[in-house]
């Protein structure tokens, strides 16, 4: 019925009647040129397919994606669905709200057996009041709420005091873990854990290394589930805003700067970013960003997942002189190995085919054999 219509008004306004021999003649060639080309355009027409709004809570699967739009009282919003992981979100006076576009899986699977996950994104973003441009998603076993922050509205997130840092994709994050008691998840009103990974700069495009954050997280005793969902994020909290996601590509698979070392991967960790513990470990800036062991008992460690019970170890350090420094390499409470270092030059030493526990495991470099005459500088653990 539109094509026709749109065929005889066509006709009627653009098609003149011929006034002579001439023009008879040129109206030969012109009206089936011009017909096929009006059929041509009314059938394209008919072929968009025009996405409605979604203003209701729902699920499902666009274009290769999968999609989520989550409210829970209060206000309005609406999501419009473009190609592939891209969309619009706009709210009003919400008091919770979501929109999300990603990857959610059958919950059987770590993201160490999944692979290296990152997203490449860009995103013209105009909150009014509390807002965040995160990736977002859950695990379950444990259950877990979680949160790498880019960019917000009006207040950072979460108010809590930071665990740790970590610096990944060209800025440090501040890692956070904080209780959720009796609140909405995945599986009801309950209780749960909820990790932050709140960027200290903000940015609305780039790309953000999930899995970097993920195993970051872990060094500092926040295990992660099996996982439910990975998701670019748009959340409004008592705001109103507007969001035009104009890129966002989600990568599954092959090696990153993080994971389960296996099949070639190294998995690096800077000293820095470990848990700092004993009565004079600091800091340090030269001969590299790194850590202190000053007396016995100094240490840094994080919790690591380990799919093999067999890896080999490189730390990177130095003494602060040219008497021999050592720093002992600990897995599960166990100590496996020690590393040496001759002088104040920065040096990689490896410990080869180290047996160990399989799962979360605690590791630990700890300072036991102090004279008096050296301190032991850390730089980075390499994981292989």
């Not at 989550?70 to 709210?91: C, R």
């Not at 990153?256 to 004079?280: D, K, L």
Request: charged share 20%.
């Amino acid at each position: 019925m539109f094509k026709n219509l749109l065929i005889d008004y066509l006709q009627k306004h653009l098609i003149k009647i011929p006034k002579n021999k001439e023009e008879r003649q040129l109206k030969r060639i012109r009206k089936p040129l011009l017909v096929g080309i009006l059929v041509c355009l009314a059938l394209g027409l008919s072929a968009i397919t025009v996405f409605a709004a979604i203003t209701n809570n729902e699920i499902g699967t666009h274009d290769g994606y999968d999609y989520e739009f989550w409210k829970d009282y209060g206000g309005s919003g609406s999501m419009t669905l473009n190609s592939g992981g891209t969309f619009t979100a706009q709210w009003s006076n919400v008091n919770n709200i979501l929109f999300r576009k990603g990857k959610k899986f059958d919950q059987t699977q770590t993201h160490q057996q999944i692979g290296n996950m990152s997203i490449d994104f860009g995103v013209n973003y105009q909150p009014s009041g509390n807002s965040y441009l995160t990736v977002y998603g859950w695990t379950v076993d444990p259950l877990v709420e979680y949160y790498i922050v880019d960019s917000w509205g009006n207040w950072r997130p979460p108010g809590a005091t930071p665990k740790g840092t970590v610096y990944v994709d060209g800025d440090t994050y501040d890692i956070y873990e904080t209780t959720r008691y009796n609140q909405p998840s995945i599986i009801g009103d309950t209780t749960l854990q909820q990790y932050w990974s709140v960027r200290r700069n903000k940015r609305t495009s780039g790309t953000i290394s999930v899995t970097d954050h993920f195993n970051a997280w872990e060094r500092h005793g926040m295990p992660m589930g099996k996982m439910y969902e990975v998701a670019l994020t748009i959340e409004g909290y008592q705001s109103s805003g507007y969001a035009d996601v104009y890129r966002n590509d989600l990568h599954i698979g092959g090696s990153g700067g993080g994971g389960t070392p296996g099949n070639g991967q190294v998995t690096r960790i800077e000293a820095e970013t470990m848990s700092i513990n004993g009565p004079y470990a600091g800091p340090i800036s030269s001969p590299f960003d790194g850590v202190a062991l000053y007396a016995n008992n100094d240490s840094v460690k994080f919790t690591h997942y380990f799919d093999s019970n067999n890896n080999s170890f490189s730390l990177r350090g130095a003494s602060n002189n040219n008497n021999m420094a050592r720093a002992d390499l600990r897995i599960g409470g166990q100590t496996v190995g020690t590393f040496y270092y001759g002088d104040h030059y920065p040096a990689v030493y490896t410990i080869n085919n180290v047996y160990h526990g399989t799962g979360f495991q605690e590791v630990e470099l700890i300072v036991t054999a102090d004279d008096g005459t050296w301190d032991a500088f850390i730089d980075y653990l390499e994981i292989h």
